[in-house]
């Protein structure tokens, strides 16, 4: 296993030495899933909310199709968005294919239901506590919604980094959408595929191993952040 | 319920958020108008294996330099490649297959093909070459032989331009291979390299472009076992994809980067491209 060995001194190389090309492929892959995450959230967690209080015909049916589509392939909202996009398509005019711009709208799509169906769960957790207490105060949905939201904020965070976790890995939509051109819309995923396909396995892997760096970090501080506004003893 | 809000937890909580909308406008902002600024640029559908052998990285920095217009390559297989040219979503397609191009052309996604280089297609196989492909001779004949052994070949699978080549292969040996094919026959539709990993994987025959073969690095057991047959000329075609039917393509853009394609700076550019002293493109653009 001195492939493994190879590229794990590869990596620490990387970092050390901070490969310009390596930098600005992981700045590209951060602000593309960060911005997917961003727009999902956005989207998302307020739809999420709605879902987990209000009752409405149809609601059950939205409840297991958000939770279905947690599971959507990558490649398929690739090949959906591609379709938009593409010239030929129904948004072709905006020349966004092949841009990162095409990537974010990819991964906030994948990511959005993540958000919904998670944070249905959150907030519905959290309604059960606090059903009696918002009703007897005479508060309506678009005020519950709010006052929920923050109150399960910790719970959120989990939410959006579960949904980042998802956009950051996948390579299906971002390779078809954005094309893995070369300084453009080369992200770590596509980055790692394409020296695959050379035979690189060692670098390919060393690629790999600073992306799960990168995604321990991020993790190390969102969990910080909880810990640190989460007030004790509750 | 959520306890009563705190100095200290207030204050955890502003740095808190401070950092998230930091980190999202760090995120956020670079697209903002950067993304369209560079308009000096163009979208080139290519194949796989002029991008995994390196000779894009060697030949387009060249070119930005010499015109200041930004090359945009999205390296897919000759049919993805030539379809990316039919939705309009490329400005060129530089390919490899002369029947798919002709097809291209008389369905008037463009109006002209020019030859820009060559190079050749290669048996890869075990070094043990099980099937005796190394003194058959011909392709079609080391083709037959696999066959007859029923030794693991791998197949593109993938519509590309190697794909096509291996198919018409198959054909001129007198092989139906739809007929033919059988466990021994396995369609990977994945692009070269991935194509050479499974080849290298499973000690497999493949057809494989020499460029892309030089570039590779996790050749294992595998070698050139045939090599030099006419029947294997990899001819590489480009075109302007037909502004009239696609109003939005860069028109001159696309023009000046096929002219200085053909040019003797742009050919002499192609001739130099090297991996370990070997040539990988052979220019042939006429003159």
Redesign the interface.
Known sequence: MNDIGLALRQALSMLVTLDPSLVGVVLLSLQVSLGAVLIAAIAGAPLGAVLAICHFPGRRPLVVIFNALMGLPPVMVGLFVYVLLSRAGPLGPLGLLFTPRAMVIAQALLVWPIVVALSRQAVEDLWIEYAEALRSLGARWWHAVPTLLWDARHALITVLLAGFGRAIAEVGAVMIVGGNIDGVTRVMTTSIALETSKGNLAFAMALGFVLLALVVLLNALAFTIRQRTMPHGT | ???PM?GP?MR??A??VV??VA??A???A??APA??AQSRSI?LAST?STE?SGL??HLLPRFRASTGIDV????VGTGQALDLGR???ADVVLVHDRPAEDRFLAEGHATRRLDVMYNDFILVGPSADPARTSSAGTVMEAFRRIRQAEHAFVSRGDRSGTHAAELRLWELAGIDIQQARGAWYRDTGT????A??IA?AMDAYLLADRGTWI?????QGLRIVLEGDARLKNRYGIMRVNPAR?P?VKALEAQQFIDWLCSDAGQRVIADYRIEGEQLFFPEAAR
């Open positions: 319920m959520s306890a705190q937890v955890h909580l740095v808190a950092t998230v980190v999202v760090a995120a956020v670079p697209f993304a369209q979208v796989t995994q894009f990285a945009r390559v999205v390296a939705r309009g979503d692009g070269m390299g991935p050479l990993n290298a570039a590779f690095r996790n050749r696609h939005h």
